[in-house]
């Protein structure tokens, strides 16, 4: 009979328990007006079916600022200061293998993307300080490399924030655009 009492009790626990859980309004963020999106290169590596042996290289994890009308570099994004290379937390790119850019050789690990938009050129810089809110705390101490690259003009104008990857013969380059510019960051391994 006690064990009966016992069991009856435990339930009647569980039950109320159970019932405050699903009558409790948990308080979701709202959906972030810059989706957060992944790129990987090669750019299938995480789609891979059953007997597909290819293995991610670069994995670049980035927010998605919109132009929304709006004027973006030199404007929004001004000439000559340090920018997230995307929006939300500073963008981060992760090496599965050593890799080289600019000449430097970079070892695998997870680092951050910033860059320097001026009108005709970018530094793109790759940072060892991840983890972080934008620009606000960068600390050009932690800085692996900064490498100059040149602004490509694009005839139509790019709404979100986009990084993509395309083949090289030893390694691949990591492509951003937004709104009507291109710069492009070769990286070999």
């Not at 993509?164 to 937004?178: H, N, R, S, V, Y």
């Amino acid at each position: 009979m006690r064990n009966v009492l016992i069991l009856v009790f435990a339930f009647l626990c569980f039950g109320v328990k159970a019932q405050e859980v699903t009558n409790n309004e948990v308080k979701f963020a709202i959906a972030d007006p810059s989706p957060a999106d992944v790129v990987y290169f090669p750019l299938n590596a995480a789609k891979v079916k059953v007997g597909d042996a290819t293995k991610p290289i670069i994995k670049v994890v980035y927010s998605r600022p919109q132009k929304k009308g709006r004027d973006i570099f030199g404007v929004l994004e001004q000439y000559g200061k340090v920018w997230r290379f995307g929006a939300n937390e500073s963008t981060e790119i992760h090496f599965f293998e050593k890799v080289t850019i600019g000449g430097k050789k970079i070892k695998a690990g997870v680092y951050s993307l910033f860059a320097i938009p001026n009108k005709d050129t970018w530094t793109i810089i790759v940072n060892k300080q991840t983890d972080r809110w934008g620009a606000f705390t960068y600390d050009e101490s932690k800085d692996v490399i900064r490498l100059n690259v040149p602004v490509k003009p694009l005839t139509k104008s790019v709404e979100y924030f986009s990084i993509t990857f395309t083949p090289l013969d030893k390694g691949a380059t990591l492509i951003a655009a937004w709104d009507k510019i291109q710069v492009e960051l070769p990286i070999t391994f």
